[in-house]
């Protein structure tokens, strides 16, 4: 086997841990390090490789900048793009090209140069790729570390990889699942929290442990402090025990959401559910009373004789993938406000690709009806989960529905709902900030 032991740090910036990171190296002699990296330029659509000849990067040390420099190992660069290519995984080669396109830089992060440029003084020769995260959902970034390993093994370089993590709501729990090897409590877990900030933080320890599936791998803790959360995790990968099924597999199936959809008894979500499947996989909207027609009395009342403003979620295994709505209704019931919004969400966020079919098995949708909207009259009323926030400065307003991921003190849901508004808070003596209590029903 090729691919020998993964690293997984969530401080690199440590001296003591690039230390004892360095030193593992030296003692390893790995030809070729591949770096998941989370820094710099990031792309929504897919991960990115690093395409160059050689990997530069600039140090901060205390007798100045320092120069890094690694040859690429164009090899396994190669190995990826053709594995990648086979299955099917959204990625972009950032060549010269591209990354002046784009406007990014190929120059690795600070951070990661000071870690290379100290593993360079105990061992020079290697060579590295750098692949950095995307906008992708979690599952993906794991399954694209199953095609990773499948192109280390392609070629017949000793690999080694290390990749970084970071989060400022450190989770306990993490640091039980990663010890005792339980990744698929882990992935459970960061799946059912809907948590983007948590959710970016960790998309490269998932793609390095997606390296690992249908692998036995022994867990060693490389370092820890004692006194935060800290920790190096070293993973040896046990090449005479693999198995022919792994974990990605069981995830997908579990996640797989396509069996039930049509039998939901809630009526709200079967309409999201077949106006999604209609309009992507025959390109035609759905008729409301097209889908009543053999419908019950009372669920035809509740879509046709209620008329209230509506939001439309879109998850993909834990990643939100699209959301649209509007406080008050702009059509003449519920139902046109479902099929109405489900579209919208699924074709025109422009923060997203639209839908494809490929992706329908793996949607989750999340429906708020707006209860009622209460202005604020203390902050002590705020509570994220059990209110949304409405923020309004002159001409801008910002909405965040209730119980967000990743959102769970009025802080940050203050602060959450002032940028998605672009609401400028230092200026609120100069134009006042008003806030409004966002009841909703949700329905999931």
Request: aromatic residues 8%; glycine residues 6%.
């Amino acid at each position: 086997m090729n691919l020998k032991g993964i690293l997984i740090t969530d401080n690199p910036g440590n001296p003591q841990h690039i230390q004892s990171i360095s030193k593992l190296m030296l003692k390893e002699k790995p030809q070729t390090i591949l770096l998941i990296s989370r820094g710099g330029d990031i792309f929504n659509d897919g991960i990115s490789l690093n395409y160059a000849l050689k990997t530069v990067g600039e140090t901060l040390e205390s007798d100045g900048r320092k120069t890094f420099t690694a040859p690429t190992d164009m090899e396994l660069l190669g190995h990826l793009r053709y594995r990648l290519t086979e299955d099917h995984h959204e990625f972009i080669a950032v060549n010269d090209r591209i990354a002046e396109e784009y406007g990014v830089s190929r120059r690795l992060d600070q951070l990661y140069a000071s870690l290379m440029k100290d593993i360079q003084k105990y061992h020079p020769d290697f060579k590295m790729v750098e692949l950095k995260i995307s906008g992708q959902n979690p599952l993906e970034h794991y399954a694209i570390g199953t095609t990773v390993r499948r192109a280390i093994e392609s070629g017949d370089q000793s690999v080694w990889i290390i990749a970084e993590s970071y989060t400022d709501q450190p989770l306990p729990q993490f640091k039980g699942l990663l010890e005792e090897n339980k990744f698929e409590a882990f992935l459970n877990l960061i799946i059912e929290k809907k948590n983007p900030d948590l959710n970016f933080a960790i998309k490269g320890i998932l793609m390095a442990l997606g390296a690992t599936d249908a692998v036995q791998v022994q867990t060693t803790s490389l370092i820890q402090d004692p006194q935060s959360f800290c920790i190096t995790y070293r993973y040896d990968l046990e090449s005479d025990s693999t198995t022919e099924s792994g974990l990605l597999k069981k995830i997908k199936e579990q996640y797989d959401y396509s069996s039930n959809r049509n039998e939901h008894q809630n009526i709200y979500l079967n309409l999201a559910w077949q106006t999604l499947e209609k309009i992507i996989k025959s390109k035609r909207r759905l008729f409301l009373n097209d889908y009543l027609e053999d419908k019950s009395k009372e669920d035809q009342e509740k879509l046709v004789e209620i008329q209230k403003g509506i939001f439309v979620t879109l998850y993909e295994y834990g990643e939100l993938r699209g959301c649209m709505g509007t406080l008050y209704p702009v059509t003449e019931n519920l139902g046109e406000e479902i099929i109405r919004n489900t579209i919208e969400s699924a074709l025109n966020d422009t923060r997203f690709t639209p839908i494809e079919e490929k992706d329908l098995s793996n949607l989750e949708i999340v429906i708020d009806i707006i209860d009622e909207i209460v202005p604020l009259q203390d902050l002590t009323q705020i509570d994220p989960k059990r209110f949304g926030l409405i923020a309004e400065q002159g001409l801008s307003k910002g909405i965040l529905l209730p119980d967000l991921g990743g959102i769970d003190t009025a802080e940050q849901q203050i602060n959450h709902v002032c940028r998605v508004g672009g609401i400028l808070k230092e200026n609120q003596d100069i134009e006042p900030i008003y806030y409004s209590l966002l009841k909703t029903i949700k329905i999931k």
